[in-house]
Structure formats: structure tokens, C-alpha cells
């Protein structure tokens, strides 16, 4: 919708922005073709589950914070897992990490797959959605479909449910799948890997705008492998520490536009999510994926958002990959998980959702019971990142009409495949011009 | 007890929601009940996610969809839409938000036009849609919502009960 202004500026309002998910709005301002003010505003419930999360029992967390988010429930189960287990100097064994990552896996080539195809593969290809894109690329939306369902297979599999798994424990999980379990969903698997590689080819054949942006990206790092469920935390400027050392860094603090709280990373902006992993996590790809990502015309470093598509094609197939692999070395007879008795202490975890890194702080008492919780979700942390390349994107394309401009602002906040909120909600966009 | 078998042309009755998230649990709820009937040759199930339909369809002539709806009506009220050949789409004010929520979740809307686009819509889809009062985590279904329970599977037998069940039709 668009009108004038009394003044003579102009007020475009998109009521609803669709394939994002979130609460709130965004507001540009544009004076003399020159962008003076951009705000995303935001409601944001992780804290309100923090505050539910006080007087709880140590062994609630996984299944409460699960709740927040219907597309990445195991970055918070997760995390929180690893938190407690923290408090009550618990380790777990690699069977049980094994199938933490397998899980996860599952997550992120359902979240991935979706974003891909779904969300953002529409604003490429210049469709309002993916049920118009459909009827030009049936068969691509077909095997979108395919992916997406391996996701949830698995996820259905490993945790008991689709959305919000049941099967995880502080500790590990209430019960092991078989390997037979297991290889039935194998062919599926090794067909998603071949599809996923297809994907990265296809998605690198669309028109990229030239942007790049020189945040400081921060992620989490694994010695052994690409981190996905645990690690340290690096970053492009050199740091280097233990996920306990995340609140020392990383410093949250209230905007008056947002309810959601912004964050800064030793004093500055910065970005967690697919590209700050692969930028400092590229080595540990697989062979077959690191070739992928450079003939699709990646560099090690992707520094252009909207090729963030790319870099989340390149992590589904690793997902893939690694869904195989896990599967291919697993060997029945696991305990499913370690006994946690509970402590009086704080913990922290942290674990690589699938638009970033998530990170949870629990205190305890020495019944267990949940004093404090802290809950810092990726979205959060690239609110400021989001509104630069807003504010850089709306500068770049202000000679464009305000459709195509509305257009640019939300294919640039879909880059982020921000999961604002788990409600019912949308954003709303305006730009008002004068 | 729920049970899935191949995927046919047999009428297909669907679950839509989340069993322990309030009154987000009556599609699961009713599916049960018509799972529990034995119906031959009717092929039921339980889905939280939307776009598993696109599969689930399979070659199904006829589907009834059983979902909680949040229309502004009393808590408790079935809403019953067909969406099948024909039809016009979901009003998204209503089934869209329905089951997980979010855009991010592909809702019922999206799935069925997705379907529609892509061909994999049964040629009768009807969906029976409980208007739901709350979608608190952990909680059982509302009183209002599990008073309907017993009218909406007999709106489902009775849909069913106008195809020849397991036919080709």
C-alpha cells in the first residue's frame, strides 16, 4: 500500500512480510533519495522463557526451550543439554554425541532446505512464492520437497518428532535408534546428498547482487570436525576461548526500537550464522563439498549475504554427508545416556543453529532447581547486522520504485533466514519517504 | 493406534497438530478415534508438519484433513472446507496460522496449494477444522474442544461414508 505524505513525502506499507518469521516491524526512512534511519523492530520471546525457566527442574530445559522454536528446537535442546551437564560435570559419551549430531544433521537440512527452496529461492527467481514458483520449476520444488522430508525423517527418527522432539535428555536421549531403523532412511540420505550437490550448482546460477559487507564473523569451531553441535568460539578477528567466556564477549543491551535485545561482539557488530562458519570453518568441509563451494564461485571467505543461499546449499550437503556417515559407523548397543545428578553451579552451552550460533546459560542450586537462565538466540545477535544491510541495500537501490525497492529490503532480511519469533506473527514493513 | 500403510488410492484421513500442545492436539485426537474404527481400506495418519502432506496425499481420490482452526468463532465449533479440484483456496486468515504457527512453518494453506500447483492434490480434500481456545505447551485439550472431539469424527465418518471406501473412483 502506498500514499502520500501531507508534506510530500511518501509512505510505502507492505502489511505483511512473508517467508520470515518474526513479530514486529521495520521502518525506513528515506529523505532526498538519501536513507537517514532504519529500525527492525522486534518482540522477542526467548525472554520470556528464561523467566518461565527459573524454578524449573535441571531436567527441564531441553523439552521447555525445545518450544521456541518449531524450526530449530535442536540448536536448543542442544545447547541447554550442554549447559547442565556442565553444572553437574557430566561427559557424554561419543555414542551419544554421535547421535546429537546426527539429530542436529536433521535439523539443518530440514531448516536449510526450506530456507532454500521455500523462503529465499523466490526472490531469485522473482516469484511472490514458492506455490508460484512451482508451476515453472515443479520438479526443483519436487525435490525441495524430498530434502525437506529426509529432515523431518530423521529428526522423526532420532527424536521422537518432526518439530519438537521428545527423545532428548539432559544426559543424552531416552532411547537409541537401531541401526536397522537407521538404514531405512539410508537411501534417502545418499539421494539427498546427490540432490543437495545439484542444489549447490543450481542455487550459484542465480543473479547475485554485488555487496559485501566487513563484519566481524563469529562462530563456533571444533577441532576435529565442522562444528555443529559443540565448540569453542572463534572468530575472524582472532578470538579464541570457551563457550564460558561468551557473556565476557558478547554484551547484550536494550535499543529502544527492538524488545528484542541487540548484542555486540567485544564492543562491535558482528554476524553469527552460515557465513561466519563456513568463512572459519571452510577446511573442515568435506572435500567433495569445499570443490562445490569454490565451482559454484564461493571463495573461502563468502563476505555477500544474498550468496548466503550458496553457503547454505554447500552446509546442506554436508549435512547429508554426514548424516551418512554417522549412520554407516553406528553400532548397536549404545547406552542411550549417562546419568546427571544434579549440582549447585553455572553452566554454559552453545551449539550451531541453523542461522547461527545459539548460546544458553543455566544457574543452578544443588537440588537442580533453575535459579537463573540466560538464552541468546542468532537473530538476536544479527539484529545490527540485518538493519546495515538494510540500511546499505535501501542506500544502493533508492533510485528504484518503491515496489522493487520493498522488494531488495526484504530479500536482504530473508539473507539472514532470521527466525524473530515462534509465534503467529509477521513483520511489517514500511518506508516512508519525504 | 495409528497405523500408515502404503500409500494408495484409499481414502486418506490426516491428523493435522501437535499432540501435547493444547488444543493443537484434536487433529491427532480424531485421527486416533478413526484409526481405533478400523475402517477398512482407509489409510490414517498423524502429521505436525504441513508440508508432509504434499507426500502423504500419494494417489488418494479423497482426503479429510483434521485440524484446530482459530477463526474468531466458540471455542469447540467445526469448520468444514473442501479445497479439493475445483475448489478455491484456504482463507489464510484462518488455516494458515494453524498447527505449529510462524512463517516459517509452511501451513495448511500453503501445503494444499503447493499440492494444487504441483498436481498431488486428491481430487476431494475436505478439511475439518476445530475452532481451538488455547495452544499452551504441555496441556491437554480444552473442555470445549474435547466435547467436539466426538462430533468432528462423525463429520469425518460421514465424508468417508460418501465415497465408496478403497475404491478407484
Not at chain 1, 527467481?125 to 508451476?135: C, K, Q, T, W
Not at chain 1, 549440582?343 to 550451531?352: C, D, L, N, T, V
Not at chain 1, 545477535?381 to 526484504?410: F, G, M, Y
Request: glycine letters at 8%; a negative charge.
Amino acid at each position: 500500500m502506498t500514499h502520500k505524505l501531507s508534506d510530500g513525502g511518501q509512505v510505502l506499507h507492505v502489511g505483511m512480510l512473508a517467508r520470515v518469521e518474526g513479530e514486529g516491524g521495520m521502518h525506513i526512512e528515506i529523505h532526498n533519495n538519501v536513507v537517514k534511519s532504519v529500525k527492525l523492530n522486534i518482540f522477542e520471546p526467548p525472554r520470556f522463557y528464561e523467566a518461565f525457566l527459573r524454578g524449573r527442574k535441571y531436567t527441564e530445559p531441553p523439552d521447555i526451550t525445545a518450544r521456541i522454536c518449531g524450526i530449530c528446537p535442536v540448536a536448543y535442546q542442544t545447547a541447554s543439554c550442554e549447559a547442565i551437564e556442565q553444572i553437574c560435570g557430566v561427559e557424554t559419551t561419543p555414542a551419544i554425541q554421535a547421535m546429537r549430531r546426527l539429530l542436529y544433521c536433521g535439523e539443518w537440512i530440514e531448516s536449510h532446505s526450506l530456507h532454500i527452496f521455500m523462503l529465499h529461492a523466490p526472490d531469485f527467481l522473482g516469484f511472490d512464492s514458492v506455490i508460484e514458483m512451482a508451476a515453472d520449476y515443479g520438479e526443483v520444488v519436487e525435490m525441495a520437497l524430498r530434502l525437506k522430508k529426509s529432515g523431518n525423517d530423521l529428526m522423526t527418527l532420532v527424536g521422537g518428532r518432526a518439530i519438537h522432539p521428545v527423545n532428548v535428555k539432559v544426559g543424552g536421549f531416552y532411547r537409541m535408534p537401531t541401526k536397522a531403523q537407521m538404514l531405512a532412511l539410508r537411501p534417502a540420505l545418499a539421494r539427498g546428498v546427490e540432490e543437495a550437490f545439484e542444489t549447490i550448482k543450481l542455487v550459484a546460477t542465480f543473479d547475485f547482487p554485488e555487496m559485501e559487507q566487513p563484519y566481524e564473523y563469529v562462530a563456533l569451531h571444533h577441532p576435529d570436525y565442522y562444528a555443529i553441535e559443540r565448540g569453542t568460539v572463534v572468530s575472524t578477528s582472532g578470538a579464541g576461548f570457551p563457550v564460558r567466556e561468551f557473556p565476557e564477549h558478547v554484551n547484550e543491551f536494550h535499543v529502544e526500537h527492538s524488545n528484542a535485545l541487540h548484542a555486540t561482539f567485544d564492543g562491535g557488530m558482528y554476524m553469527v550464522g552460515p557465513l561466519a562458519r563456513y568463512s572459519l570453518n571452510f577446511s573442515q568441509l568435506s572435500e567433495r563439498c569445499k570443490a562445490a563451494a569454490i565451482a559454484a564461485g564461493l571463495g573461502e571467505t563468502c563476505r555477500n549475504p544474498f550468496k548466503s543461499i550458496i553457503v547454505r546449499a554447500v552446509e546442506l550437503a554436508y549435512a547429508f554427508e554426514e548424516a551418512v556417515r554417522i549412520i554407516d559407523e553406528w553400532k548397536d548397543g549404545a547406552a542411550p545416556s549417562v546419568p546427571v545428578t544434579p549440582k549447585a553451579g553455572e553452566g554454559f552451552g552453545a551449539s550451531e543453529a541453523p542461522r547461527g550460533t545459539i548460546f544458553h546459560r543455566y544457574v543452578l542450586d544443588a537440588d537442580g532447581v533453575i535459579q537463573d537462565a540466560q538464552i541468546v538466540p542468532p537473530t538476536s545477535q544479527n539484529q545490527p547486522a540485518i538493519e546495515a544491510d538494510l540500511r546499505k541495500a535501501a542506500q544502493s537501490w533508492v533510485d528504484l520504485d518503491d515496489h522493487d525497492l520493498t522488494h531488495r529490503c526484504e530479500h536482504a532480511i530473508r539473507n539472514y533466514d532470521p527466525c524473530i519469533s515462534c509465534a503467529t506473527h509477521f513483520l511489517d514493513l514500511r518506508v516512508d519517504r519525504s | 493406534m495409528i497405523r500408515e500403510v502404503a500409500s494408495g488410492t484409499e481414502p486418506l484421513v490426516v491428523g493435522l497438530g501437535s499432540p501435547d500442545r493444547g488444543d493443537d492436539g484434536v487433529g491427532p485426537t480424531v485421527a486416533s478415534a478413526i484409526a481405533d474404527l478400523g475402517l477398512s481400506g482407509v489409510r490414517v495418519a498423524v502429521h505436525e508438519d504441513p508440508t508432509d502432506l504434499v507426500h502423504l496425499w500419494g494417489r488418494a481420490e479423497l482426503a479429510v484433513v483434521i485440524d484446530a482452526v482459530m477463526s474468531g468463532r466458540a471455542a469447540g465449533e467445526l469448520v468444514l472446507c473442501e479445497v479439493g479440484w475445483g475448489q478455491g483456496p484456504l482463507p489464510e486468515s484462518c488455516w494458515a496460522k494453524t498447527g505449529r504457527g510462524g512463517t516459517h512453518a509452511f501451513g495448511l494453506a500453503a501445503a494444499v496449494e503447493l499440492s494444487r500447483a504441483l498436481g498431488h492434490l486428491p481430487r476431494r480434500v475436505v478439511l475439518v477444522g476445530v475452532e481451538a481456545a488455547s495452544f499452551d505447551h504441555g496441556a491437554p485439550l480444552s473442555p470445549a474442544v474435547q466435547s467436539a472431539v466426538e462430533a468432528a469424527v462423525a463429520e469425518v465418518r460421514a465424508v468417508l461414508a460418501e465415497a465408496p471406501v478403497g475404491s478407484d473412483a
